[in-house]
């Protein structure tokens, strides 16, 4: 992984969460720390980030949960922590091919009560 960073929900909440070392991550790394609205679509928090990425090779919908990725068409952040409305089972899956960034290494369970929409701020890990 080719960075430690924390996602503080809300203010009050931390999760801790590592970057992978894809082009994408990379730029989102250079862009820390950023402050985040996000939206919930099922158990997935999605949002503008300011970052703009095309499609990388092993792009996918089949996401983990716990996985961080990117979604180009929105220039979106999502976070993935269960079943979204595209799901067929019990795994996410995004509504189109995401650019996989990175994983929630806590327990994503704080996500499920967040609400409707969150802040988030995204900050390098020491």
Do not use: H
């Not at 790394?29 to 090779?57: H, I, N, Q, T």
């Not at 995004?94 to 929409?117: F, H, Q, Y």
């Not at 969150?118 to 390098?124: A, S």
């Amino acid at each position: 992984m080719s960075a430690k960073i924390n996602l503080v929900i809300n203010g009050n909440q931390r999760l801790q969460a590592e970057l992978n070392d894809s082009p994408t991550a990379k730029k989102l790394s250079d862009a820390l720390p950023m402050e985040l609205s996000l939206s919930r679509w099922g158990d997935e928090y999605y949002g503008a980030c300011g970052v703009k990425a095309g499609l990388e090779d092993g792009a996918r919908t089949r996401m983990a949960v716990g996985e961080i990725a990117y979604w180009p068409p929105g220039n979106a952040l999502c976070l993935f922590f269960g079943p979204t409305p595209a799901s067929s089972d019990s795994e996410p899956e995004a509504a189109s091919e995401v650019n996989p960034v990175g994983r929630i290494v806590s327990d994503c369970a704080p996500l499920k009560t967040a609400g409707g929409s969150i802040k988030v701020r995204i900050e390098q890990r020491l």
